[in-house]
Nanobody
Framework: QVHLVESGGGLVQAGGSLRLSCAASGLRVSSIPMGWFRRPPGKEREFVAALSRGGGNTSYSSSVKGRFAISRDYGKNTVYLQMNSVKPDDTAIYYC???????????????????WGQGAQVTVSS
């Protein structure tokens, strides 16, 4: 059974940094596409970042490109989202996602992913 558990959320001041972790079990993060999404208060879930199967390619939303970075640690079977220069608009619940079924390399839409974590709250104060 697949489990994704996010951690590292919290309160951070604008301009600061935070690193989210997504610990996986029941799958190998090295062999499947992984992604991060977020749901801002009162808004729909939106794409943040994706990492391809094998780790050769990444994709970011325009709102976080240049500030956030997605990566994975094969030994810890964990995916990270490094968040730098955060803004109040980055306030959201952040979700880790995995595609365990299709064999495609990378995806930026929520339906592409079939396994989700419970979410981690990130609040950015101005």
């Amino acid at each position: 059974q697949v489990h994704l558990v996010e951690s590292g959320g919290g309160l951070v001041q604008a301009g600061g940094s935070l690193r989210l972790s997504c610990a996986a079990s029941g799958l190998r993060v090295s062999s499947i596409p992984m992604g991060w999404f977020r749901r801002p208060p009162g808004k729909e879930r939106e794409f943040v970042a994706a990492l391809s199967r094998g780790g050769g390619n990444t994709s970011y939303s325009s709102s976080v490109k240049g500030r956030f970075a997605i990566s994975r640690d094969y030994g810890k079977n964990t995916v990270y989202l490094q968040m730098n220069s955060v803004k109040p608009d980055d306030t959201a619940i952040y979700y880790c996602a995995a595609n365990t079924r299709t064999g495609l390399a990378i995806g930026i839409s929520a339906p592409f992913y079939d396994s989700w974590g419970q979410g981690a709250q990130v609040t950015v104060s101005s």
